[in-house]
C-alpha cells in the first residue's frame, strides 16, 4: 500500500523519501536513475549494493543498475540498510544495501490489473494473477509503459514479465522457480549548456543518441527446514543481458553481451549457547560474469572490442549472540576473492591483464533492547568496493590500468529505533566513515584513478506518527558531510553531494479515500567534476508530491501528480575547465507531471 500510495515508477523513486538516500535521474525518465547512499557523488551507483531475493544485480560495469526493468509492481517489500553491509553483501555494500523481495502467490485465485495515462503523453498497463492451492502458489504478471517525456529526445518505451512458483513439497521442503524479462527503448537527451538551459530547458541538442536495453532472468532454489538442526537455503541463477547505446553526437556506438551465472547458499542455525540464545548464518557466493562489448563510430560498427570475465567466490560468518535478552552482540566476517581478466583491442592494439586480490569485510556491533519494537545500536565495521571492468580498462584506447586498486572503509556508527503504543516509530542514526583509495575519473588524463583519503559522515533521522488510525505524519532529514581529507583538495566537499535534504507529509486513509501530501527539500552541492570546489553551487530546490486514490467494491480511481508547482531543478549536472560543450552542463528534470488511472481487483 505504501509503495502504490507513493506514486513511484521506479525503485529510486520509493526511495527518494529515505532520510539518507539522495536520488539522481540524468534523462528525467527514469531510464539513468542513481542511488547515493553515504554521500559518494559521481560513483555513488558502485557504493549501493542491489539485491533481488538473494541474488546480487550489480553490473561488473559504470552502466549502473536498470530500475526500470524492475516492475514496482512485483515488489512486495523493500528492506534498506543504511551503511555498510559487506559481511552478507559483499562488493559494493559500502554505501548501503537495498533488499528488494519480490511478490508470490496468494491462497486461491486473484486478479489486478491498472491502465492509465498522463500529461506527456505517458500510458502504462500492468495485469496480474495470483493462484494458490495445498502446497503451490503461482504469481504472474506483466507490464507495459510508454512516454513521450518531458525533453525533446527523451521518448521511452518499456515492458516486461515476470512470475514465481512455489511448491511446498513437505512441511520441510520447499521448492521455488523465479523468471522474468523485460525490454527498454528509449532516447537520451544529454546535457544542456546554462545558456541552452535559460533559453529553453525542454529542448535537446543531440539528435541521435539513444539506448535500447534487454534483459532476461530465471532463478530455481529451494529452502530446507531441518528442525533443531536449522535452515538451509540454495538458490542458482542465470541472467543476460544485451545492451545497445548509440551515443551519435559523440560518435560512439557500442554494443554490450553480458552474462551471469550464480550459485549462493545459506544456512542458519537458532540455539542455545552456554544457556543463551544465539543465530549463526554462514553462507558462500559464487558470480562469473563474461561480458563482451562491441565500439565503433557508428551504429553497427564493431571496431573495437572488450572480453573481460569476472569469477567471484566469497565465504562469509555472522553470529548474534545474546549475552542478555534485551543485549544481542553481533560478530561478522566475509572473505572475498575475485578472479578478473581483461582483455581490449582498440585500434588494432590488444591488451590483456588480470587482477586477484582478495579482501575481508568485518563488522562489530552491539545492539539493546529497553522496550519492544526500540532499541539503541553502535557497531564499527570494514567494508570494500573492486573496481568495475571498464574503470579498469580505457574504451577510449583499450590500455589497461593495472595500478588501480580496490576501495576499503573503516566506518563507526550508532543509532536509536524508537516505537511507542505504535503510534511513533523513530529512527535516528549517525555515522563516519574514512575511504582509502576511493576511486574516480581524471579529465585531464582521461582515466579512473585512486583519490586522495575521504570521509563519509553524516546523520539521518526518519519518523512516523499516526495519532488515529485514518491518519499518518511522517518526515524525514539527512546530513551529509563528505570531504577529501588528504592531498590538493584536502578539505575540500566531494561533488554531487548536497549537506542537507528532507522530506514531509501526511496520508490519509478513511473510507476508501486514500491520499498523500509530500514535500521534499534538497539542497546546494557543488557540481559533478568539480573537485577543487572552485565554481558556483548547483541550486537547491523545493518539490510537492499529491496522491489520491478511491476504492469502490472491486475498483479504484487514482491520481498522482509529481512536483505539483512547477520547480525549475537539475538532480544532476556537471563542470567542464575547458569550456566545451559549456563550463555548467544541466539535466533539467520535469515540471509538473499528472498520471491517473484506474485499478481493478478480483
Request: glycine share 12%; proline share 3%; aromatic share 14%.
Amino acid at each position: 500500500d505504501q509503495i502504490e500510495a507513493s506514486g513511484a515508477r521506479s525503485v529510486p523513486d520509493i526511495l527518494r523519501s529515505l532520510g539518507g538516500v539522495l536520488v539522481r535521474d540524468l534523462n528525467g525518465n527514469g531510464n539513468n536513475q542513481i542511488v547515493d547512499m553515504g554521500g559518494f557523488g559521481e560513483t555513488a551507483d558502485r557504493h549501493v549494493a542491489v539485491v533481488i531475493n538473494g541474488r546480487r544485480i550489480n553490473p561488473i560495469d559504470q552502466s549502473g543498475i536498470r530500475w526500470t526493468l524492475i516492475p514496482v509492481e512485483n515488489i512486495e517489500r523493500i528492506e534498506v540498510l543504511h551503511g555498510a553491509g559487506s559481511v552478507l553483501y559483499g562488493d559494493n555494500a559500502m554505501g548501503g544495501v537495498i533488499n528488494i523481495i519480490t511478490k508470490e502467490g496468494k491462497e486461491g485465485f486473484q486478479f489486478n490489473s491498472e491502465l492509465g495515462y498522463g500529461n506527456l503523453h505517458t500510458r502504462r498497463g500492468y495485469a496480474a494473477v495470483d493462484f494458490g492451492r495445498g502446497p503451490l502458489s503461482v504469481h504472474l504478471g506483466g507490464v507495459r509503459f510508454e512516454t513521450d517525456g518531458y525533453r525533446e529526445r527523451s521518448e521511452t518505451e518499456r515492458s516486461g514479465g515476470f512470475g514465481k512458483v512455489r511448491l511446498d513439497l513437505n512441511e520441510n521442503v520447499s521448492l521455488f522457480f523465479e523468471g522474468s524479462a523485460g525490454n527498454a527503448d528509449f532516447e537520451l537527451p544529454g546535457s544542456l549548456t546554462e545558456a541552452q538551459r535559460d533559453a529553453d530547458r525542454r529542448q535537446s541538442v543531440n539528435p541521435a543518441d539513444e539506448g535500447e536495453d534487454r534483459d532476461s532472468f530465471v532463478g530455481l532454489g529451494t529452502e530446507l527446514d531441518l528442525g533443531r538442526f536449522g535452515l538451509l537455503n540454495l538458490h542458482l541463477s542465470h541472467r543476460t543481458e544485451k545492451r545497445d547505446s548509440d551515443m551519435a553526437s559523440w560518435f560512439s556506438f557500442m554494443m554490450f553481451d553480458v552474462e551471469t551465472n550464480g550459485l549462493a547458499a545459506q544456512y542458519i542455525l537458532e540455539s542455545d549457547l552456554v544457556g543463551h540464545g544465539n543465530r549463526l548464518t554462514l553462507g558462500f557466493d559464487y558470480y562469473n560474469t563474461e561480458y563482451e562489448a562491441f565500439q565503433g563510430a557508428f551504429k553497427g560498427a564493431t571496431t573495437n572490442r572488450f572480453a573481460h570475465e569476472k569469477r567471484t567466490l566469497s565465504y562469509y560468518a555472522q553470529d548474534e549472540f545474546n549475552i542478555l535478552d534485551s543485549l544481542i552482540l553481533n560478530i561478522g566476517v566475509r572473505y572475498e576473492d575475485p578472479d578478473i581478466d581483461l582483455g581490449a583491442l582498440v585500434g588494432g592494439v590488444t591488451n590483456s591483464s588480470g587482477y586477484d586480490d582478495g579482501e575481508t569485510a568485518w563488522n562489530v556491533g552491539l545492539a539493546y533492547s529497553f522496550m519492544p519494537g526500540s532499541k539503541v545500536y553502535a557497531r564499527a565495521y570494514r567494508s570494500f568496493r573492486y573496481p568495475v571492468v571498464d574503470e579498469y580498462t580505457s574504451i577510449f584506447t583499450g590500455a589497461i590500468n593495472s595500478n588501480l586498486k580496490q576501495e576499503t572503509a573503516t566506518g563507526y556508527e550508532a543509532g536509536v529505533r524508537l516505537s511507542v503504543f505504535s503510534k511513533l516509530v523513530l529512527n535516528l542514526r549517525c555515522y563516519t566513515m574514512n575511504v582509502k583509495d576511493e576511486i574516480s575519473w581524471n579529465p585531464v588524463t582521461f582515466q579512473n584513478e585512486n583519490l586522495d583519503e575521504t570521509r563519509h559522515r553524516g546523520g539521518e533521522m526518519d519518523f512516523r506518527f499516526q495519532p488515529a488510525k485514518y491518519l499518518a505524519l511522517y518526515g524525514g532529514a539527512g546530513y551529509t558531510d563528505a570531504e577529501f581529507t588528504n592531498g590538493a583538495n584536502d578539505g575540500k566537499q566531494i561533488p554531487l553531494v548536497p549537506e542537507w535534504k528532507g522530506h514531509a507529509g501526511l496520508e490519509v486513509n478513511y473510507l476508501g479515500f486514500r491520499g498523500r501530501l509530500q514535500y521534499n527539500y534538497v539542497g546546494e552541492r557543488f557540481f559533478g567534476m568539480d573537485y577543487s570546489n572552485s565554481q558556483k553551487k548547483m541550486d537547491d530546490y523545493h518539490t510537492v508530491d499529491l496522491y489520491l486514490a478511491y476504492r469502490y467494491k472491486f475498483m479504484e480511481f487514482f491520481f498522482n501528480a509529481n512536483n505539483l508547482f512547477d520547480e525549475k531543478y537539475s538532480d544532476f549536472a556537471f563542470y567542464n575547465s575547458w569550456g566545451w560543450p559549456g563550463f555548467f552542463n544541466y539535466y533539467p528534470m520535469p515540471e509538473a507531471v499528472y498520471f491517473g488511472g484506474v485499478r481493478i481487483y478480483f
